[in-house]
């Protein structure tokens, strides 16, 4: 049997996970590791509707993955912690891991 500390760390990794799971998501996290940017400039970096933006950075944000704070009328999203590239790096790495050729 699973002790608490176990599935809260099991809870946390698969929130996380389901984070990663959309290529815009990635995006957003990738832009977002050349520093703090304004959530009105990924529009047109990902060419997705603004509301759909938002929606994303949702996702990220209640998985502990990026923050925001108001800047007058603007929205600024950063990283949480500055070793996410990596992790994005590492998963990209298993994924081509198993190709052959």
Do not use: Y
Request: charged content about 25%; glycine content about 8%; hydrophobic content about 45%.
């Amino acid at each position: 049997m699973a002790s608490n500390a176990t599935e809260a760390a099991e809870s946390v990794l698969s929130t996380i996970g389901k984070a990663l799971g959309h290529p815009a998501r990635v995006e957003l996290l990738r832009l977002l590791a050349d520093g703090e940017r304004c959530g009105c400039e990924f529009v047109p970096s990902l060419n997705l509707d603004p509301s759909v933006v938002s929606r994303h950075l949702a996702v990220l944000s209640r998985a502990g993955l990026i923050v925001s704070r108001r800047d007058g009328v603007r929205i600024m999203w950063r990283l949480v912690r500055p070793d996410i590239p990596r992790l994005l790096s590492c998963l990209g790495a298993l994924r081509c891991a198993g190709k052959t050729g």
